[in-house]
């Protein structure tokens, strides 16, 4: 009986430019070769698995977990983003797993109650080093995951780690080493990590529009005076003149999501055909981004993404939720700084120790990190835990 083959490996289906599996920079602790998938498959499963991935199903997007069941979360605009950035990953050549990869990872730092909690977190973390979600994120994957016995994190791959640090100070890029020299040098992630970071802006620019039909925050006639809307728009009601208002959104947003992924493609292809990178190393030297939008197309994102800025993201509603939401992290790190015993005891542990190493800064990081762990239902809960009298603890 003849002895069973390693499939064949993938690199012969990639562009030069890809990142190859074979040509990783590795992963912080070495580890066997993983066998029968490559070095971002793994990545990818271990994200997949983490305890971070799974409480993203009940962290806001825009709208309150609780506000309504079909609203986004950060797990399905994980999912979005990566289906995006797949198409586009697999029509340039790139390294789908890692594509992947970062997509489904780049959230994971993200706190409670969106962009909202995220503010509310800095400005309590000011004094302390200040609070990044992208940072957040890497340390989410590089510290704080407990999994493996022979390391703390998910040890994951240079590639994917660069992926998913996406915006980082120069006053943190520094404290990163190899990680952070591209943004102390101007330079460029790898292309799967561009791709994913402009995946991630064409799912939430689309998909809030659609929360926001169903949030009543929106109507289809405020919407047409956006050209990508409209445009869209009236070809499906000229085509369908009696689809139900449901189906015409649904079919809208697909179709605006179609001809900017397409758009994101064909620039991004014609980009790489004239500067004919030989490499990922020549993707990072670099000073501008190769995946982009045509001119157009970008503008009219723009356009999109300034109409949502004004009608859902500054509307009212939102306004008052997000004004909830800040009051309750910021009472929420007030309370646990000043009384760790007050969280749970591996948390309260570790923000002992933490202080023991590193001072008020080690313990104020620590509070974050839990802070920054949690859903959206968890911190009301524990909020009402520490402050409302009746509540039982």
Do not use: W
Request: glycine share 6%; aromatic share 8%; hydrophobic share 40%.
């Amino acid at each position: 009986m003849s002895a069973v083959k390693d499939p064949p490996a993938p690199a012969a289906t990639l562009a030069p430019y890809a990142a190859h599996d074979e040509q990783s920079h590795g992963r912080r602790y070495p580890e066997p070769k993983p066998e029968f998938r490559g070095e971002f498959q793994r990545d990818r499963d271990r994200i997949i698995h983490s305890n971070a991935f799974r409480r993203l199903v009940y962290k806001t997007q825009v709208f309150v977990n609780h506000e309504g069941d079909l609203y986004r979360t950060r797990v399905t605009h994980s999912i979005e983003v990566a289906q995006i950035a797949r198409s586009v990953a697999l029509a340039l050549g790139l390294n789908e797993a890692l594509t992947e990869a970062i997509c489904l990872a780049h959230d994971l730092g993200h706190t409670p109650f969106g962009h909202a909690g995220q503010d509310a977190l800095n400005d309590c973390m000011r004094e302390y080093g200040g609070f990044e979600h992208n940072l957040q994120s890497l340390r989410v994957v590089d510290e704080l995951e407990e999994r493996y016995a022979e390391f703390d994190g998910l040890n994951l791959t240079f590639e994917c780690r660069e992926g998913i640090l996406k915006h980082c100070s120069l006053h943190n890029a520094r404290e990163l080493g190899e990680l952070g020299e591209r943004f102390i040098k101007r330079r460029q992630p790898g292309l799967e990590a561009q791709v994913a970071n402009l995946a991630d802006e064409i799912a939430y620019n689309n998909h809030d529009v659609d929360d926001g039909i169903r949030a009543q925050l929106l109507d289809l006639a405020a919407l047409r005076e956006v050209r990508t809307f409209r445009r869209q728009h009236d070809a499906v009601v000229a085509r369908y003149p009696a689809l139900s208002e449901r189906r015409l959104v649904h079919e809208t947003i697909r179709r605006m999501i179609n001809h900017i992924v397409v758009d994101f493609i064909r620039t991004t292809a014609a980009q790489l055909a004239q500067l004919q990178p030989r490499s990922i190393e020549e993707v990072r030297a670099h000073s501008q981004t190769l995946a982009v939008l045509s001119d157009e197309c970008r503008e009219e994102h723009l356009e999109l993404k300034a109409f949502l800025r004004e009608h859902v993201y500054r509307h009212y509603k939102v306004l008052r939720m997000t004004s909830k939401a800040r009051r309750v992290l910021q009472q929420l790190f007030e309370g646990f700084f000043k009384d760790v015993s007050l969280m749970p005891g591996e948390h309260r542990d570790q923000a002992l120790q933490a202080e023991s190493s590193h001072g008020s800064a080690g313990r104020a990081r620590a509070v974050a990190d839990y802070i920054a762990g949690m859903t959206d239902r968890y911190a009301i809960l524990e909020h009402r835990r520490l402050f409302e009298p009746a509540e039982r603890t």
